[in-house]
């Protein structure tokens, strides 16, 4: 497979879903065409009840479409030997609440007709690579907070090293700490040349991971791009620098004055609040009980 | 009440028939009823689809995957353990502490109170598991439907047949293992209960019944049956006494397996007696057994023998009898060339009748152990327990899960004996009244079912809608099973061994005829049915 073949191919789907006499109730989607390729990864974005969740479902099979075509890996979507390839994490972790584990890795890997001696490395590895803990590993799901719950539905997710992988709100329920753990694994999965298809609301989290993005909005396609070249502001101009003195940035800003320069703003540049609390977490390890408040009125 | 075990037995060509219409009425009610869905939810589209789900179902066949198949079955029996579906040892723990308090005296047992107790622990263990795997089949696959954890498995290459045979075959060994604890457990109860002088009450009679029973009347002549004595059972025909009135039975395939260790061929009866004149009534009425060899024209009669009201009675003849001082072989001189051997009965007391049918008089094959007919009855329990599995996973798929439990439990019920001959009055036209609507409109107009429907076009309709569900009520009679099929139970609690080839072996066909019809159910409704929960 090169690297430019596509991986999803989508021609004008919809959707409708309908009442129980089978009148139309409301189109989900609406003509949605677009195609994923090899190796990267794509999200699909929009608010709630666009109709990202459902695309998903149209090409897993999971739904039938109203109109429109689907192939995913030159197979159609009702076709179950496509599932071979793929893995899938929903949008709540829909597991099995009385297995454990490595009792959810062993079923899904049986599924894959893996054998014994396959599943059981394939889990071990999968749970270190999802960070549970080795004392959470047997005991029932029903027992897991939701982190540790998305966490065993990436796992079975991955069972099968699938060569695309789809997540539904891949970050939802996850602390940041994991969020960025979900993002290290999607760049990951990205290194060894997987696609990867994901869906989010969360703009924060497409923003880091993906190469490509649509945007949906009421089931129609708004926006679809790289990432880089949609976020592009054509029409401003950014300089970056190390720290100036005041003398230094009076000057800039005269020079850029000069040159018809408006809005001109110098200040120091302010990290993601996702950066701060990551860094704030990983100091608070290094040095335990170090506190650094900037806003006493804050602090009862 | 009588044990007629010949309702019981099942000749082996008509279980192959009946397999046979089984599966086209059942498979041809999946198919209509896909193939109407998908047209009602996808247009003429859908009869396409139709097709290609019916060729994607062959193409699934031949990719089954055992692990995969066994991976659901696993995922089910765990499901059912940590869902706590053996709680229900507790209830059966519960009853047999404290069944021996009310089952009656244990120090002096007589043959009906081991009929009792051996009856209430089959009926028990019946009752208990068929409840439990009623609601495991019914609402496993809705379950997930509803949480969507199916979504994590048809996403994964799991063919939809794989999951209904799964969750199928994971029930079933559930309720198998649950009835498995209790049958060992109830041995035990029953072996306790009976002290060791009347262990030999335990025991699986093995009969070999005619094949056919003819009848004389009185002046000599074959009689299509014997004489009515306003019995409202029609089961026994009455000989009557000291005429040339007498019962003929045909046992055919008669050999040397038939005797028992001493060379002896038994004959055991369970003669009903009439008498039309009070007379001594601590005098029973006497019969005798003859056996005859028509290609010989040789006979030989046994002495006059007291027939036991309510009790079965045994009569033992030498392998050797003596005629006229000449000494005759059972088996050489009065078993015919075609293997047959001719018994007649007939009753010595003027005016006094004695009852029989074809099943009051078997060869008595040597006794089994009771053991043996005991868990053949616990194998028949777990044929019914499968059926229901099958039956409930497959209306499981269309449907939610309170609404397949009611569905598959009135199919049960209409699988019960009585229930189950009703329908067929029903079908063959037996009950007086007419169908459907002429039976409401007799009973809203207060007309008895004998008067006559006026002559008009109305009831040409009412008529010919009543033809219509009269033909609806046929198919649902043959794919609805008779459950007395199943009922192995019945023979051991009455001490006799289960047969293998007119009980067992048809029943497993019956079974078999139901895997293929709910298997296909199972795959077109989750395949063409969005699995979301609505």
């Known amino acids: 497979m090169s690297q430019s073949e596509t991986v999803i191919e989508i021609r004008n789907l919809s959707k409708v879903y309908r009442d129980f006499w089978g009148r139309p109730k409301v189109r989900a989607l609406n003509a949605l065409s677009l195609d994923i390729k090899k190796g990267e990864v794509f999200g699909l974005l929009g608010p709630n009840g666009s109709g990202k969740t459902t695309t998903l479902k149209l090409l897993l099979g999971l739904l039938f479409p109203t109109e429109g075509e689907v192939k995913i890996l030159g197979k159609s979507a009702a076709d179950v030997s496509k599932n071979e390839r793929i893995g899938y994490l929903p949008e709540e972790s829909y597991l099995y609440r009385f297995l454990n584990a490595y009792e959810t890795l062993d079923f899904y890997g049986r599924l894959f007709d893996m054998t014994a001696a396959q599943r059981k490395e394939r889990s071990e590895k999968l749970l270190d690579l999802v960070k549970l803990a080795p004392q959470s590993r047997r005991r029932q799901l029903k027992e897991y907070s939701k982190g540790m719950t998305r966490r065993i539905g990436v796992a079975q997710a991955l069972i099968n090293d699938p060569d695309l992988v789809m997540l539904d709100e891949p970050t939802s329920g996850l602390d940041p700490l994991g969020n960025r753990d979900m993002k290290d694994l999607i760049l990951d999965l990205k290194a060894q040349g997987k696609t990867v298809l994901m869906c989010s609301h969360l703009l924060a989290d497409v923003q880091d991971v993906c190469d490509r993005i649509a945007i949906l909005y009421g089931g129609e396609l708004k926006v679809m791009g790289r990432v880089d070249e949609l976020l592009k502001a054509q029409d401003e101009t950014q300089i970056r620098s190390s720290k100036l003195s005041e003398a230094a940035e009076k000057e800039i800003q005269e020079v850029l004055q000069r040159h018809g320069a408006t809005n001109v703003k110098v200040d120091q540049p302010t990290a993601s609040l996702e950066d701060l609390f990551l860094k704030t977490v990983q100091e608070s390890r290094e040095r335990p009980g170090h506190r650094n408040v900037t806003d006493n009125q804050s602090v009862s | ?534």
């Not at chain 2, 018994?343 to 009852?355: H, M, T």
């Not at chain 2, 327990?385 to 397949?404: H, Y």
Request: proline share 4%.
């Open chain 2, 1 to 534: 009440m009588y044990f007629d075990p010949n309702e019981y037995l099942l000749n082996p060509i008509i279980s192959v028939l009946n397999w046979v219409v089984v599966v086209g009425c059942l498979t041809f009610v999946v198919l209509f009823v896909s193939m109407v869905n998908l047209i009602a939810t996808r247009g003429a589209s859908g009869v396409g689809v139709f097709f290609d789900e019916l060729g994607g179902m062959v193409t699934d066949l031949f990719q089954l995957s055992p692990r995969r198949i066994w991976a659901l079955t696993r995922l089910t029996y765990t499901e059912a353990i940590r869902r706590k579906a053996l709680a229900v040892f507790v209830v059966f723990g519960l009853l047999f502490m404290f069944a021996g308090w009310f089952m009656g005296d244990t120090k002096e047992i007589k043959p009906d109170q081991v009929k009792v107790y051996i009856s209430f622990v089959l009926t028990t263990i019946s009752w208990l598991t068929l409840p439990v795997v009623l609601i495991l089949c019914c609402f496993g696959i809705p379950e997930d439907i509803r949480l969507r954890s199916i979504h994590t498995v048809v996403t994964k290459p799991a063919r939809r047949v794989e999951i209904v045979l799964g969750r199928m075959i994971g029930i079933w060994l559930i309720g198998c293992l649950v009835l498995a604890v209790m049958a060992i457990v109830g041995h035990f109860w029953i072996v306790r209960q009976i002290p060791a002088e009347s262990q030999s009450l335990l025991t699986c009679r093995v009969p070999v019944y005619g094949t056919r029973i003819d009848f004389v009347d009185r002046e000599g002549n074959a009689a299509k049956s014997g004489v009515n004595v306003g019995d409202i059972w029609v089961f026994r025909s009455y000989i009557e006494g000291a005429t040339k009135a007498r019962a003929q039975w045909t046992f055919r395939n008669v050999g040397e397996s038939l005797l028992d260790s001493d060379g002896n061929l038994n004959f055991e009866n369970s003669f009903s007696a009439f008498r039309s004149y009070k007379g001594d009534m601590t005098r029973p009425l006497f019969y005798d057994i003859r056996l005859i060899n028509p290609e010989k024209n040789l006979a030989y009669t046994t002495d006059p023998q007291p027939v036991n009201e309510f009790r079965h009675k045994l009569d033992t003849i030498p392998r050797k009898v003596t005629i006229d001082g000449t000494q005759y072989d059972i088996l050489k001189d009065f078993v015919t060339d075609r293997k047959e051997l001719h018994v007649e009965v007939s009753c010595i007391d003027r005016e006094q009748y004695i009852g029989m049918a074809r099943s009051d008089l078997f060869i008595r094959m040597p006794d089994r152990q009771f053991w043996m007919g005991y868990w053949k009855a616990i194998l028949g329990i777990a044929l019914t327990l499968l059926l229901i599995t099958m039956i409930g996973v497959s209306a499981s798929t269309m449907v939610k899960g309170p609404i397949a439990a009611v569905l598959t439990f009135v199919i049960y019920f209409l699988s019960l004996k009585d229930n189950h001959q009703f329908m067929d009055q029903l079908v063959f036209g037996q009950v007086q009244g007419g169908g459907f609507l002429e039976s409401v409109y007799r009973l809203v107009m207060h007309m008895g079912p004998s008067q006559e429907l006026p002559a008009n076009p109305a009831f040409v309709v009412v008529k010919f809608f009543d033809w219509v569900l009269n033909n609806f009520l046929w198919l649902c009679r043959h794919v609805i099973p008779y459950s007395q099929y199943f009922n192995m139970p019945e023979f051991v609690s009455n001490g006799f061994d289960v047969p293998w080839d007119t009980s067992i072996l048809p029943s497993l066909l019956v079974t078999s005829a139901f895997i293929i019809p709910c298997v296909l159910m199972g795959y077109f409704a989750l395949r063409i049915r969005e699995l979301e929960s609505k």
